[in-house]
């Protein structure tokens, strides 16, 4: 029976804690990025734009392998290599570009007026950041988090290289 396979039970496991890791953290990440993107004046921000929209043209393999490569040759990293961790990165960095792109979208819309009013109500850039707009975001966050936790549960092609034996998801099984 396939519910008793200890190989079935560890993929289940992983196939779980990755797209809702991703879910969880994905959403956070982005809107930072899109926030930094809309409303700051920071030199490298178009720099980071485009990294964003042109790493989205790189195939998924490619983009594992890249990552493979990362992880084996750079010292410090190459204990990832094989943990859930490593997967957990690679996910969430291959739904960088639409994640970032619909919060940049809300972002625009929102204005500068809650924040600026948050400001001079004696609020710091955290304080503001965190009750008016991840409150306005949230909609938008939580779409892009159930995204996330789809295009998670059945990602392949980013992650075959990177997984081990103990870290096979569902769809690598």
Do not use: C
């Not at 997967?87 to 819309?109: A, N, R």
């Not at 996330?148 to 099984?173: D, P, Y």
């Amino acid at each position: 029976l396939v519910l008793s396979d200890p190989d079935f039970l560890r993929a289940l496991r992983t196939t779980f804690i990755l797209p809702t890791s991703t879910a969880l953290l994905s959403p956070i990440l982005f809107s930072i990025l899109a926030y930094i993107l809309v409303r700051t004046h920071w030199r490298g921000r178009t720099l980071l734009d485009s990294i964003i929209w042109s790493s989205a043209a790189i195939p998924g393999i490619l983009s594992g392998l890249g990552l493979l490569l990362l992880f084996l040759d750079t010292p410090g990293l190459r204990w990832l290599y094989g943990t859930i961790w490593a997967l957990i990165l690679v996910v969430v960095i291959s739904g960088k570009t639409t994640g970032t792109s619909m919060i940049k979208g809300v972002l625009v819309q929102l204005g500068k007026d809650l924040e600026e009013a948050g400001r001079v109500s004696g609020a710091g850039w955290l304080g503001t950041y965190v009750h008016i707009v991840i409150p306005t975001l949230l909609p938008t966050m939580v779409l892009i988090g159930v995204l996330n936790f789809v295009g998670a549960a059945g990602q392949t092609a980013n992650i075959v290289l990177l997984a081990s034996k103990e870290t096979r998801t569902l769809s690598l099984l």
